[in-house]
């Protein structure tokens, strides 16, 4: 049984990445069938090397969040995500995420990262750089406090997130 803790997502357009912010691409909406069997997921394209693909969400200094996302990847290498902390200017933490993707299938991206001291505001960037140009669709962006990822808990630009309840099950009319 998976039972899953109290989450909330706070990426507030978790499957709609025209409200992203891109830089030197283009973004075509519903483009392929995302994990959830919907023609939902979002192609991008990119036209250059400095390339960006991110949101800013609002953080709690010092706690630990870890970012979700799928990606089928059609071309490119060197894949980066990056953290960026907007209250204090300066960047968390550059990762590749390479080594995490499956051949031309969806992969589902993770990593964890804490938020520096004084850090209320965040830059989430599902690809801030790479060593060519990619070609990707991406799908279910989730950013939810705690060291691991759980399911995907979808958003459609709700501020403050979306919050999934803690699961319980519970045993009734069950002899010693």
């Known amino acids: 049984i998976l039972a899953e803790p109290q989450r909330t997502n706070i990426i507030p357009y978790s499957e709609d ?3 992203w912010t891109l830089v ?4 075509t909406p ?8 919907t023609q939902n997921a979002d192609k991008v394209v990119f036209s250059s090397n400095g390339l960006d693909l991110k949101i800013t969400v609002a953080v709690v200094a010092g706690q630990t969040y870890t970012i979700s996302f799928y990606i089928k990847l059609e071309s490119g290498t060197g894949l980066q995500g990056r ?4 209250s204090n200017g300066a960047n968390i933490e550059y ?7 499956q051949g031309t299938e969806w992969s589902r991206i993770t990593r964890s990262v804490t938020a520096p001291s004084g850090c209320i505001e965040m830059q989430i960037w599902l690809l801030a750089t790479s060593s060519s140009l ?3 669709s991406f799908w279910g962006a989730q950013f939810e406090q705690g060291s691991y990822p759980t399911s995907l808990i979808p958003t459609s630009g709700q501020s403050g997130g979306v ?3 803690q699961d319980i099950f519970t045993r009734d009319g069950i002899g010693s």
């Open 134 to 136: 990619v070609t990707a």
């Open 83 to 86: 953290f960026y902390d907007n």
């Open 30 to 37: 519903n483009a392929i069938v995302s994990p959830d069997g």
């Open 17 to 19: 990445l025209s409200q």
């Open 24 to 27: 030197s691409g283009t973004i």
């Open 163 to 165: 919050t999934r309840n």
């Open 95 to 101: 990762y590749d995420y390479t080594s995490q993707i």
